[in-house]
Each structure stands twice: as structure tokens, then as C-alpha cells.
Nanobody
């Protein structure tokens, strides 16, 4: 059974930084892409960022390009999301997810194969 466990959420002021972590188990890490979706109150799901564990290719939503960086540590089966210059609009529950590749990340009608339980990020103005 695939398990994805997020950590690192919290409350931060606008302009601040946070780092989210996602520890994966139950899958062969190098065969998958992992990344982050988010859902803000009253809004739909947004694919934030993804990284392919096999070749390191990445995807970023336009809303976070230049501010967020995704990285992975294959030895620890862990993916990180480094979030800088946070804005109140980044407030959301952030979910770690896995899929065969990052191709589904931009599409709301496509779904990853596994989800974490989510971690709340709150950015105050």
C-alpha cells in the first residue's frame, strides 16, 4: 500500500518561507513522479508542482513559478516543496500525490494514483 505523509505546514506571514516534506513508502520511488496539489477554501484543486524521480523533470503551475522549488531525495524517498515569497493566495491545504508521470498535474479531470492526508499552509497578510 502506498503511503504519502506530509509535514511542514503552518502559519507564516506574507513574504515568508516554508518547506513542505512528503515521505513516500510502498512504492518504488524511482518509478514514480511525486508532487503537490493544493485546495483553498471554496476553490478547486490546483496542481502546484511535480518532479519525476527517474529523470528529475519538473512541472510548476504558473501561479508559483519563480517562488516555489520542488526537489527530491531518492535515498530518503522524500520530496520537498520549498515555498518562498508566500502570498495570502497561497493559503490552502497542500496534498502530496504520486503518479506515473507529471503529465496529469495541470488537469483537474485527471487524478494521481495516491494522495496524502494534506497539510495546512496559512499565509497571513
Amino acid at each position: 500500500e502506498v503511503q504519502l505523509v506530509e509535514s511542514g505546514g503552518g502559519l507564516v506571514q506574507a513574504g515568508g518561507s516554508l518547506r513542505l516534506s512528503c515521505a513516500a513508502s510502498g512504492l518504488f520511488f524511482e518509478d514514480y513522479a511525486l508532487g503537490w496539489f493544493r485546495q483553498a477554501p471554496g476553490k478547486g484543486r490546483e496542481g502546484v508542482s511535480c518532479i519525476s524521480s527517474s529523470d528529475g523533470s519538473t512541472y510548476y503551475a504558473d501561479s508559483v513559478k519563480g517562488r516555489f522549488t520542488i526537489s527530491s531525495d531518492n535515498a530518503k524517498n522524500t520530496v520537498y516543496l520549498h515555498m518562498n515569497s508566500l502570498e495570502p493566495e497561497d493559503t490552502a491545504v497542500y496534498y502530496c500525490a504520486s503518479s506515473r508521470d507529471c503529465g496529469i498535474w495541470p488537469y483537474r479531470n485527471k487524478y494521481p494514483t495516491a494522495w496524502g492526508k494534506g497539510t495546512l499552509v496559512t499565509v497571513s497578510s
